[in-house]
């Protein structure tokens, strides 16, 4: 994410939200990638479904985060996973 988009997004989030908060983070990744996205929020309960060809997985997990900065944090990390498309 460039500097500029994620100021953006924060201003976005921080509008929406009364921190800390309930945030629902929603992935789109490919099959083989689903525990690596998991991993990411391993202390959250996380929700999954298969596309209706199976190539893809959603993966939904909703965190009580404290800051937009944990929001970003978050996609960030995510950002590293091959092939993930964050909704």
Same mark, same amino acid.
């Given at each position: ?8 997004? &924060?201003? =976005?989030? #921080?509008?929406?939200? !009364?921190?800390?908060?309930?945030? +629902?983070? %929603?992935?789109?990744?490919? &099959?083989? =990638?689903? #525990?690596?996205?998991? !991993?990411?929020?391993?202390?959250? +309960?996380? %929700? ?40």
């Amino acid at each position: 994410m460039e500097d500029s988009s994620i100021n953006s997004f &924060k201003e =976005k989030l #921080d509008k929406e939200y !009364n921190w800390p908060a309930l945030y +629902t983070f %929603k992935f789109i990744v490919p &099959k083989g =990638k689903v #525990d690596e996205v998991k !991993n990411l929020f391993s202390n959250h +309960t996380t %929700k999954e479904r298969a596309s209706s060809n199976g190539n893809y997985i959603s993966v939904t997990a909703e965190v009580m985060v404290q800051s937009s900065d944990k929001v970003i944090e978050y996609y960030i990390e995510a950002n590293k996973v091959e092939g993930i498309i964050a909704l």
